[in-house]
């Protein structure tokens, strides 16, 4: 009887290293997908918080979103042309 606990506890702790393993894994690959997206935009984290900045005074997701991509979008080409 003794033993059978000490088997069910032995599992209990295996399972908590995969979850634990498995949720690592996740994590590491959606920070490397969001970074990826910022290098595939071109645009650092600081641009992308001035151009959110930038479109705060716009009622309609829609509009920030373009306001976003103007606003980011003229920065791009300037920072590109020198």
């Given amino acids: 009887m003794h033993t059978a606990t000490n088997v069910d506890r032995n599992r209990r702790h295996a399972l908590r290293i995969v ?14 997908a969001v970074i990826g997206l910022f290098q595939i935009l071109g645009l650092s984290a600081g641009e992308l918080a001035a151009a959110e900045r930038a479109a ?27």
Wanted: charged share 25%; hydrophobic share 40%.
């Fill in 19 to 32: 979850a634990a393993a498995l949720a690592i894994a996740i994590t590491i690959g959606m920070f490397s």
């Fill in 56 to 82: 705060t005074e716009r009622t309609y997701l829609s509009e920030r979103e373009a306001c976003m991509r103007q606003g980011s979008g003229a920065r791009h080409l300037r920072t590109a042309r020198r």
